[in-house]
């Protein structure tokens, strides 16, 4: 991904202006709870923000009970998109993100997202990114391959080194015949 696109994906703190339409349209679906459901997407939505940073992507909202999730990039195990009817004709998504915790959804849902296919490429990216970074070892520069040779060479140098010292004791000593 070239320095544009990420500058542009790490530049992205609010959903686009378009989520709070489709919050109106989804909360007028049933007219008589339409003040009690726009009332809280009204809040969700004025007090979403995402921050993408070099250790991972942050999502908080809410204004009495306030909430915040971050996510690691190297936990990321995978990047879903899901967008309904509605959210397709206003020209959005949701991107899902989910790790190996267990749960059936995802960990972190990033809403009202237009440019939702860069977010996406984005985060794979940056997935593989923390993967490949990490070390395979303690050693700086050694894979696990090379650590788990020199540890079976070591184990041989000190097996033949018992052996050695163990062979002459071993040894019974000669019969004495009468």
Same mark, same amino acid.
């Given at each position: 991904?070239?320095?544009?696109?990420?500058?542009?994906?790490?530049?992205?703190?609010? !959903?686009?202006?378009?989520?709070?339409?489709?919050?109106?349209?989804?909360?007028?679906?049933?007219? !008589?709870?339409?003040?009690?459901?726009?009332?809280?997407?009204?809040?969700?939505?004025?007090?979403?923000?995402?921050?993408?940073?070099?250790?991972?992507?942050?999502?908080?909202?809410?204004?009495?009970?306030?909430?915040?999730?971050?996510?690691?990039?190297?936990?990321?195990?995978?990047?879903?998109?899901?967008?309904?009817?509605? /959210?397709?004709?206003?020209?959005?998504?949701?991107? /899902?993100?989910?790790?190996?915790?267990?749960?059936?959804?995802?960990?972190?849902?990033?809403?009202?997202?237009?440019?939702?296919?860069?977010?996406?490429?984005?985060?794979?990216?940056?997935?593989?990114?923390?993967?490949?970074?990490?070390?395979?070892?303690?050693?700086?520069?050694?894979?696990?391959?090379? /650590?788990?040779?020199?540890?079976?060479? /070591?184990?041989?140098?000190?097996?033949?080194?018992?052996?050695?010292?163990?062979?002459?004791?071993?040894?019974?000593? !000669?019969?004495?015949?009468?």
């Amino acid at each position: 991904m070239h320095d544009a696109s990420f500058e542009t994906i790490r530049r992205i703190e609010r !959903p686009d202006p378009r989520l709070f339409t489709y919050y109106l349209l989804a909360a007028l679906i049933v007219p !008589p709870l339409f003040p009690f459901l726009i009332l809280p997407l009204y809040f969700r939505y004025h007090t979403m923000r995402y921050r993408f940073d070099a250790d991972g992507v942050t999502m908080r909202w809410g204004v009495l009970f306030r909430r915040e999730i971050v996510l690691n990039y190297a936990r990321i195990q995978d990047i879903n998109l899901r967008a309904n009817l509605l /959210e397709r004709w206003l020209g959005l998504a949701r991107v /899902e993100l989910q790790t190996a915790a267990g749960s059936a959804g995802a960990e972190m849902t990033l809403e009202g997202l237009s440019g939702f296919e860069a977010v996406r490429d984005f985060l794979y990216d940056r997935m593989r990114g923390a993967r490949e970074s990490r070390p395979a070892t303690g050693r700086a520069g050694a894979s696990a391959a090379d /650590e788990l040779a020199a540890v079976l060479r /070591e184990v041989a140098v000190e097996l033949r080194a018992l052996h050695a010292a163990l062979a002459p004791a071993a040894a019974p000593p !000669p019969a004495a015949h009468e």
